[in-house]
């Protein structure tokens, strides 16, 4: 089976602090993917990778940047953390290519801004 | 664009009741339909999927036909568990590749099964 793993279950941060989540797939998986997950909004897409050193914006790409540098890890920063990115973060990695490819996720970071 | 309209929730059932969870989609051509099932704390897993039409996905009792003529993927399950308690997200993925590499996912729906 696929494995996703995302290197913190819990994480506590200061406004203004920079932050890394990492997030790293074993199945040579082309594209990955960063969501945030908040009551009431579902899954908000951040930003995506199809391809080692591409990214392109999702829905909400604000305030946050990535990083892939290798085809197993798919980075996100948040440059200078603030409270209203305190949320549940999920990565993901798929086959490319279309339709029959579902997502394998990661377990989640949750992370608190304070 | 793509879109998919989950059954508002929160739905509360008791131990061995029937399930329906409603999805319905909108998009180009003949997409592939997932479910994602998300237990607390966790992320997502794959519960079932469908890849064409009149495919039934099926998994821990859990079934899915998709229907193109009523552009829907209804969740079910014929008697609920207390560890079915967990957030169904519905979700599509475009048939052709390129640009369009993401699922559009539903809005999810809470289950709490009460024993």
């Known amino acids: 089976d696929v494995k996703v793993t995302q290197s913190s279950r819990y994480l506590v941060k200061r406004t203004g602090e920079k932050v890394f989540l990492e997030c790293v797939q074993d199945m040579d998986h082309e594209n990955m993917f960063w969501y945030r997950q908040d009551p009431g909004l579902g899954l908000r897409l951040i930003y995506f990778?199809?391809?080692?050193?591409?990214?392109e914006k999702g829905d909400i790409p604000e305030g946050y940047s990535v990083s892939r540098e290798k085809k197993e890890r798919f980075s996100l920063i948040l440059e200078s953390a603030s409270t209203n990115q305190t949320s549940m973060y999920l990565c993901?990695?798929?086959?490319?290519?279309?339709?029959?490819?579902?997502?394998?996720f990661g377990s989640g970071t949750r992370l608190t801004v304070v | 664009g793509n879109s998919v309209t989950q059954m508002e929730g929160p739905v509360t059932l008791s131990e061995e009741a029937f399930l329906t969870i409603n999805c319905t989609y909108t998009a180009t051509g003949y997409p592939s339909l997932f479910w994602y099932v998300q237990y607390p704390g966790e992320g997502l897993q794959l519960l079932l999927k469908a890849t064409k039409a009149d495919d039934k996905g099926s998994n821990k009792g859990f079934e899915a036909t998709y229907r193109k003529e009523t552009t829907s993927f209804h969740l079910e399950k014929g008697s609920v568990q207390v560890s079915d308690s967990a957030v169904y997200f519905c979700a599509l993925s475009p048939i052709s590749s390129g640009s369009a590499r993401q699922l559009t996912f539903g809005s999810g729906t809470q289950l709490t099964v009460l024993p």
């Open positions: 993901a990695s798929r086959l490319p290519g279309g339709g029959d490819y579902g997502y394998t």
């Open positions: 990778s199809y391809d080692v050193k591409m990214k």
